[in-house]
């Protein structure tokens, strides 16, 4: 037997069981019982109001921030709907968090690393980051992968924070006892999901600083944004119908890029990068592209078959990529990424 049943069951004996062994840590209630230990994963998803998922992603970015916050949002709405097996997530109540909030108390909770772009880096918007935390809790791999992707464009493509929010801060109907601003925000399209980007360009756009309350609350509302969007996909995907939430395209220019630009095995053909962010947004200046070749292989040999070769987005310049390549070893086989 283990320590922890020796000690229910004494509990149990001594008929202080009611007090609640779990519910000590756990105050919220559980309409099934917490499993003695974690069910692996993907665990069990219902529906969840969006709409309340997005206040609470709000309040939970007044305790910990956009990542602890937006990953907390979806966790806890799953813990009052099912309990166990969410009763061994490490999370406060909404009441505890409301309460601290009001107190000026710390709590930590999982997924706070990503604050800032993982501690302040200003890499993955924290927004993204616990959300995609979430959705890996509750979906199949193959399918939280869609999802996730989905979630990432969306980010780089939408003005934010929404309308949804910014009513519901002008509003007050928020869940937070107290505002860091109850302004209309402006909003932007960042195009990049780095936090860095995000902050950078919203600040530019709207005049506010960085570290101003105005920031900090458009951050809230854009994590209260991120955590609702990823329940929408997640309650589209049980239909199965994610693409009427918001479908994953490339645009024009990054679907060029990636003709050449993609995780593979020929070096020469482009393949030395990796990833499907929006090229256009940071590379906007191809002229290397009409120079001189300048890559250098891992033997040092210069590539200079490209010289000129890589007219960008025109079909002779993939058409060239394609008889160069054509030329190369017969062994390598491109490894494309979904
Ligand atoms: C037809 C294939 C092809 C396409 C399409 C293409 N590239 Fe390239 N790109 C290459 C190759 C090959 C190189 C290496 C050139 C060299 O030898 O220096 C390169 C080099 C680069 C470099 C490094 C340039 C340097 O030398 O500093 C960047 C950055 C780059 N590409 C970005 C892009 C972006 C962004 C796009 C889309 C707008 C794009 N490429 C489209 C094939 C392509
Ligand atoms: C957030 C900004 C950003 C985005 C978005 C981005 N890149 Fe880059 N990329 C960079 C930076 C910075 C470097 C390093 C450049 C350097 O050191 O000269 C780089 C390097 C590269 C290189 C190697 C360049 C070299 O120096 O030889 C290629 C190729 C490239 N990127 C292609 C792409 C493609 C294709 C996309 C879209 C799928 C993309 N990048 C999206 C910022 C970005």
Redesign the pocket.
């Known amino acids: 037997m283990r320590r922890r049943d020796f000690l229910k069951g004494l509990l149990a004996a001594s008929g202080l069981g009611l007090l609640g062994f779990p519910r000590a840590v756990q105050a919220s209630p559980a309409r099934s019982s917490t499993p003695e230990e974690a069910p692996p994963l993907p665990w069990e998803y219902v529906e969840l109001d969006p709409e309340d998922v997005r206040k609470l992603g709000h309040l939970g970015y007044y305790g910990f921030e956009c990542a602890g916050g937006s990953f907390w949002a979806i966790m806890v709405s799953l813990r009052e709907k099912l309990g166990g097996p969410y009763n061994l997530v490490p999370i406060p109540t909404r009441e505890a968090v409301i309460e601290a909030v009001t107190n000026k108390e710390h709590i930590q909770v999982p997924m706070q690393f990503g604050f800032g772009g993982v501690v302040a880096w200003g890499s993955l918007c924290g927004a993204v980051n616990g959300p995609a935390a979430a959705i890996t809790m509750v979906s199949e791999w193959e399918e939280a992968q869609d999802t996730i992707k989905r979630l990432l464009r969306y980010y780089e493509e939408t003005e934010l924070p929404t309308e949804t929010s910014n009513q519901y801060a002008v509003n007050h109907e928020f869940f937070v006892p107290k505002y860091k601003s109850d302004k209309d925000l402006p909003q932007n399209a960042s195009g990049?999901v780095?936090c860095h980007?995000s902050v950078a360009k919203w600040c530019v756009a709207s005049g506010y600083a960085s570290g101003s309350s105005e920031r900090s609350e458009r951050c809230a509302r854009v994590t209260g944004d991120m955590a609702a969007k990823a329940v929408e996909l997640l309650n589209a995907g049980l239909r199965g119908d994610k693409d009427s939430v918001y479908p994953f395209t490339f645009s024009q220019d990054?679907a060029e890029?990636?003709t050449c630009?993609y995780k593979g095995k020929d070096y020469e053909a482009?393949q030395?990068?990796r990833?499907?962010?929006?090229?256009e947004?940071?590379?906007n200046d191809l002229r290397p592209h009409e120079d001189e070749a300048k890559?250098r292989t891992a033997f040092g040999v210069g590539v200079n078959t490209w010289a000129g070769a890589a007219a960008i987005g025109t079909v002779a310049g993939i058409g060239s990529h394609l008889a160069v390549s054509s030329l190369r070893g017969k062994g390598e086989k491109d490894e494309k990424e979904g």
């Open positions: 990049s780095l980007l990054t890029c990636r630009h482009g030395f990068s990833g499907m962010m929006e090229c947004t940071c590379h890559l």
